[in-house]
T-cell receptor, first 115, second 112 residues
Framework: KAGVTQTPRYLIKTRGQQVTLSCSPI?????VSWYQQTPGQGLQFLFE???????NKGNFPGRFSGRQFSNSRSEMNVSTLELGDSALYLC??????????????FGPGTRLTVL | DQQVKQNSPSLSVQEGRISILNCDYT??????FLWYKKYPAEGPTFLIS?????DKNEDGRFTVFLNKSAKHLSLHIVPSQPGDSAVYFC???????????FGQGTRLTINP
């Protein structure tokens, strides 16, 4: 079974631009979560999508948004990029059951550099 | 507000010995805990987890211990192998939730 894939793997943008990152979950997984990893803040939860609906959102400004498509693929968008948005953006997918715990499988990440 | 803390940024252990990584949490609502291993330029890989109804879970060389009263968990790796050198993240969550709250990570180096 193929793992979580993320594209692109590396991206360089300049301040003020916007960026869209893509994530394809493991086949059959309907929940997709996004995380940001930076040296200073560590791994932080951005948001989670299930059945095309955002179920949970972390403490990030509105410049960070996402969506999920009917095939469970997800995209996240960052508008008006700032230098501090330079980070590794990780996508994770899981089966979703409300009555149990669900292991999350992570993709390799997209390394975003803002100049 | 750091709800999950890994106070040791790095740990160096000799090959064959035991590695012990520690994690503390403050939110008593957490009832499920996970350890992930991460190599550079890769996403975290799930290692082992434990529910709050248990105090120990074992999987091969990896054992996780949970002390609910102290809000503390630890990961034991024995024997340690060179391939175990990586950054280890502790994470916490709640039943049915998908949001993982991560610690800052501990860089483990296994010396031959």
């Amino acid at each position: 079974k193929a793992g979580v894939t993320q594209t692109p793997r590396y991206l360089i943008k300049t301040r003020g631009q916007q960026v869209t990152l893509s994530c394809s979950p493991i086949s059959g997984h309907r929940s997709v979560s996004w995380y940001q990893q930076t040296p200073g803040q560590g791994l932080q939860f951005l948001f989670e999508y299930f059945s095309e609906t955002q179920r949970n959102k972390g403490n990030f400004p509105g410049r960070f948004s996402g969506r999920q498509f009917s095939n469970s693929r997800s995209e996240m968008n960052v508008s008006t990029l700032e230098l501090g948005d330079s980070a590794l953006y990780l996508c994770a997918s899981s089966l979703l059951t409300v009555s149990s715990y669900n292991e999350q499988f992570f993709g390799p990440g997209t390394r975003l550099t803002v100049l | 507000d750091q709800q999950v803390k890994q106070n040791s940024p790095s740990l160096s252990v000799q090959e064959g010995r035991i590695s012990i990584l520690n994690c503390d949490y403050t939110n008593s609502m957490f009832d499920y805990f996970l350890w992930y291993k991460k190599y550079p330029a890769e996403g975290p890989t799930f290692l082992i987890s434990i529910s709050s109804i248990k105090d120990k879970n074992e999987d091969g060389r990896f054992t996780v211990f949970l002390n609910k009263s102290a809000k503390h968990l630890s990961l034991h790796i024995v024997p340690s192998q060179p391939g175990d050198s990586a950054v280890y993240f502790c994470a916490a969550t709640r039943k049915g939730a998908q949001k993982l709250v991560f610690g800052q990570g501990t860089r483990l180096t296994i010396n031959p």
